[in-house]
């Protein structure tokens, strides 16, 4: 079930919860903010790709795996909030090894969006970590119509 009224909190139950005490999106007039998502799996909380040692320490991650699982999370926020992949107009990408993913990241991006004309706005981030162990969050706005 998707919550919405207008200019309070979208909760998307295709989504993975929340980390934090905040809502998925929220709409104000035509434009929708989502919060910072990230590529846990909406059934397990698993993050795909993570491999773990004993000690449950993360040693690996896969960085691919991780934005196709980020890509399909927001469009699942963009549906349940009556938006589509096509009204994105600003992506804000952390990534937390921006010399070792990016290029990954880029190839991946170029298969989401293959026209640089019809893409959002982007800006890409190197930071050092993420609250979770994930290598890449999105921060989003779309714009959507009645």
């Known amino acids: ?53 004993d000690d449950g320490a993360l040693i690996a991650y896969d960085i691919a795996a991780q934005t196709r699982v980020v890509f399909a999370n927001v469009r699942a926020v963009l549906e349940a909030s009556g938006a589509r992949w096509e009204d994105l107009v600003d992506v804000t990408v952390y990534l937390t090894d921006m010399a070792r993913d990016f290029k990954t990241y880029n190839a991946i991006w170029a298969e989401y969006f293959p026209d640089p004309a019809s ?21 989003c706005v779309a714009a959507v119509k009645e």
């Not at 893409?119 to 921060?139: F, N, Y």
């Open 1 to 53: 079930m998707n919550r919405t009224t207008p200019q309070t909190g979208i909760h998307a139950t295709a989504a993975p919860k929340a980390v934090g005490h905040y809502p998925h999106a929220r709409r104000v007039g035509d434009l929708l903010f989502l919060s910072g998502i990230g590529p846990r799996d909406p059934s397990s909380d698993a993050i795909p790709g993570n491999v773990y040692g």
């Open 119 to 139: 893409a959002p706005c982007r800006t890409t981030l190197g930071i050092d970590a993420l609250p979770t162990k994930i290598a890449i969050e999105l921060k």
